[in-house]
């Protein structure tokens, strides 16, 4: 992790040595001293970072160099602080001598700094040969002998220590056997600890699979892998394995020998070669040459936690990827009754307890296993040994030798990630236990905290969705929701991989969590998450090297400047979303470096102008669900904005459920000013000089994600210019200003190529005609449209199209889903087709379709046409239809029709009754009553009309 803060250290250097930070001759030339001896030492860092936690000297070097790496920024940012006060304090000289004073301060404390940085340079000399040995046994297939015999173990298993092998070994086996001349390459994926060793060596080990090959291999390549070695490796395992000698010199053959060496011995034969624990992508590329495509059936088998690698080497095969699931419920719970109490049952009074823990095992074998052989040591009467644990399951890991194969199994995945990314994974102990993270609120955060790079034709954001591929790939973090577009929406990590790095994030004074009032903070504190508890008895804890403050589940009331009397004049993230806030913080005035300000969800109703103007270094300021309605004049001083969310859906009853409000800027004739923006959501373009304002927006070239309402229709030629230079738009939402009003669209010629989303609520004469020619869109929701022909038309044919909402949008009385159309759509909503009384699904339409929802369409009497053809519908909704309708359906009595959908799981009545959903499951009807049966109240109902 020192390797991270000298990194990020360096990165935040760039702007010192192109003049766009000024500094005086002193402090120059310490920082020029200081960025040499960091270069030098960087080097050894991250052999330095691995070896930390097994040697004591090692680890208080590496936090010294922290440190100092912290502390120099912290310096930086002061002196920007003062040459920024210096620009807006012009007239003020007490002010100046007290920044000169404060300058001085400075340059002494960069001379400290340097004096112990050269100490820390020596120092690191004496470990040269302990990190010079690390190195090279770093780069040996020698290097983690301690690892490498815990994967044997997993080799060594018996049938009687696994649990819910069987279903999984016999589709493995499949692939492997299954007739087919061509190589195939089948790659296991799945995080640390799943089983992915013990699986395939449980198929490799079969009599079958064993008579299937004429020659089999496997290779360990773990992280530290030589190719040479790995190819000697190989080659004397087919030597053996048909029964002829090793080649004279095979020692010191170069790698491009070897592999025609294999190669011409596999040529004539049908093998299967097993690699694994394969980290990266350059192992599985230096190999797959000698392994020849020979078309008799050779397999090739992969273990990796990467799923990028598993995916691109199988998928040039043909192959197949299998990503290895945690175990079920029952599965866990088998085998941790097993290893805990010896295959006898849980006693009772423990199994309260024994259920939560094996919860945060969440279905991952080595860690069940692992948690399992410390409780198989504690006395069953003793129940609060037991609870002890409960309540300290990550002081545990961290303590308790018989954990820390699973630490290190969880860990080694954590040690490969570069330097950029582990400070991005470690941000994720933030959150609280079981919290859902919203994706783009992570890469705001991620951007705001500087962790991410530039690089030359991406925005930031892309960068930071690149970071977390990376992550997800690695199988670090899961993919908790999706959109119905399948983009990943939400994100989760695993408890006890969330454990881990938490006691990480303290040990690097990353960041602090707060879970108790009187929870004692650690010195120097850059990053606090409070959750559930004000922290009070703390007021006078410095925090004045604070870079950002979350508060989670807190409920008593908040102020800052109660809380934190002292300030934190670094602060550049205040993330203060769901908490008791009822006015807007004033005391952010002085955060000049605050780039994240999330008040979402509070009772705020004002942002005072004097306030906002002054937060010149903001880059999001999101105002969702905030009783925020306009904007001050000052916002368009903050050139740097590159997220603006103010919006807030109420419900007001069926017809308008989820009604969304805006807002309005104070001078909207201005906004072009905020050129950074790329998602302005959700401004009303009715107020005064709306025309100059819509003018505007072509300003705006940055937007990836507009949202207008109340637009009027003599704007509309206004708007379509502007929108045609807003070539970088992926979304666009527009609402008219009332449902009977015209969206004029007809001057749009040449729309954003890269749109993938579209709302349109409002009239229209008629649907645009560039809509076809966009084949990056996913989704298309129309609203109030009164269309006289039927737009189905010109929509079937859209490649990408996954999620299509239709209200009030056709006139015509017949709906009809042509056969081989609509070949990616997901979800379908059709809701208040007034004059349709058919609608028809032809065979081979819609063939992926998921979830279909139909509703207030009043002379629709009967099922779609063909609905049974939509074999992949898993959840089918009526909305306040016809009784007639409901009951051809009824599963018991006179429902003609329920064998057309007997095939869906869940089909659902739903009536709007008292301001809430009451929702009867069709198979709970009786005496096919539609509003009779078990009935479930719910008061919401998914929401498709955002951005």
Known sequence: ????????????????????????????????????????????????????????????????????????????????????????????????????????????????????????????????????????????NSSGNTWNDQRGDALLLDNTDLVGIDRRKKKLMGCLIKPCPVRKVISVTGMGGM????????????????????????????????????????????????????????????????????????????????????????????????????NCGSRIMITTRRSDLAFTSSTESKGKVYNLQ?????????????????????????????????????????????????????????????????????????????????????????????????????????????????????????????????????????VAEDYLKELLNRNLVQVAGTTSDGRVKTLRIHDLLREIIISK????????????????????????????????????????????????????????????????????????????????PVAVVDLYYLRYLSLRNTKVQMVPGRVLGKLQNLETLDLKRTCVTELPADIVKLKKLRHLLVYQFKVKGYAQFYSKYGFTFKNPHE???????????????????????????????????????KLREEDGKAFCVSIERLTNLRAISVTSEGEDKVIDLKFLSS???????????????????????????????????????????????????????????????TLHFRGGKFKKLKVLGLDMFDGVSEVIVGEGAMPCLETLSIGRCGLLKKVPSGIEHLTKVKVLEFFDMPDELMQTICPHGKGNDYWKVSHIPEVYSTYWQNGGWDVYAVGSFRDCSPRSGTVMRCHERRNPWKV
């Open 671 to 709: 906004i072009g000013n905020l050129q950074s923006l790329q998602k302005l959501c959700f401004v009303e373009a009715n107020q005064g000089y709306s025309g100059m304002m819509i003018k505007q927006l072509g300003e705006l070239t940055q937007l990836r994600r507009l949202g207008i309402m």
């Open 326 to 462: 945690p175990l079920k419920e029952d599965e866990a719970w088998e085998l941790f009754c097993r290893k805990t109490f010896h295959g006898d049952s849980c006693p009772s009074h423990l199994i309260g307890i024994c259920t939560y823990i094996l919860r945060k095992c969440e279905g991952l074998p080595l860690a069940i296993v692992a948690i399992s052989g410390v409780l198989a040591t504690k006395d069953k009467r003793r129940i609060d040994e037991w609870d002890m644990i409960c309540r300290s399951l990550g002081a545990e890991i961290q303590g308790n030798g018989k954990l820390d194969n699973l630490k290190t199994v969880l860990g080694l995945s954590f040690n490969d990630l570069p330097y950029y990314l582990k400070y991005c994974f470690l941000y994720l102990s933030i959150f609280p236990e079981d919290h859902v993270i919203q994706r783009m609120r992570l890469i705001r955060l991620w951007i705001a905290e500087g962790f991410i790079k530039a690089i030359e034709g991406k925005t930031m954001e892309d």
């Open 1 to 140: 992790m020192a390797e991270s803060a000298v990194s990020f250290l360096l990165q935040r250097l760039i702007p010192v040595f192109e003049n766009k930070v000024s500094l005086f001759t002193g402090v120059q030339t310490e920082v020029v001293d200081l960025k040499g001896q960091l270069e030098l030492i960087i080097a050894f860092l991250r052999v330095a970072d691995a070896l930390e936690q097994k040697d004591e000297e090692l680890r208080v070097w590496v936090k010294q160099v922290r440190d100092v790496a912290h502390e120099t920024e912290d310096l930086l940012d002061e002196l920007e602080l003062i040459e920024a006060h210096n620009k807006t304090s012009l007239f003020s000289v007490s002010l100046r001598i007290r920044n000169m004073k404060a300058r001085y301060r400075i340059a002494h404390e960069f001379k400290g700094i340097n004096s112990r940085i050269r100490t820390i340079f020596n120092t690191h000399k004496r470990f040269l040969r302990k990190l010079d040995t690390a190195s090279e046994a770093s780069s040996s």
């Open 751 to 813: 729309p954003p190529p890269f749109l993938q989303r579209l709302y349109l609520l409002g009239r229209l004469q008629e649907l645009p005609s560039w809509i076809p020619s966009l084949h990056g869109l996913a989704r298309i929701f129309l609203k109030w449209s009164c269309l006289k022909h039927d737009p189905l038309v010109y929509l079937q044919d859209l490649p990408n199209l996954a999620h299509l909402e239709l209200l009030q949008v056709y006139d015509g009385d």
């Open 505 to 584: 994030s303290k040990d690097q004074n990353f960041a602090a969590i707060v879970k108790e009032q009187t929870a004692a903070w650690p010195e120097k504190i850059r990053r606090l998450s409070v959750q559930g508890t004000s922290p009070n008895g703390q007021q006078q804890r410095s925090v004045s090297k604070l870079r950002s403050l979350f508060m989670f589940g807190v409920v008593e009331n908040l102020s800052l400047g109660k809380l934190f009397p002292r300030g934190f004049k670094l602060l550049s993230v205040l993330d203060f979303e769901d908490a008791p806030l009822n006015k807007f």
């Open 195 to 294: 089983g992915k060793t013990t699986l395939v060596k449980q198929v490799y080990d079969d009599p079958v699979v064993i008579k299937h090959f004429r020659a089999c291999a496997w290779i360990t390549v773990s992280q530290s892998c030589e190719i040479g070695e790995l190819l000697r490796d190989l080659a004397r395992q087919l030597f053996s394995e048909i029964r002829r000698p090793v080649p004279l010199g095979l020692e010191n053959m170069r790698c491009d020998r070897l592999k025609m060496i294999i190669k011409d011995l596999l040529q004539r034969r049908r093998y299967l070669v097993v690699f694994d624990d394969v980290w990266h992508v350059r192992e599985w590329e230096a190999v797959k040459y000698a392994l020849p495509d020979n």
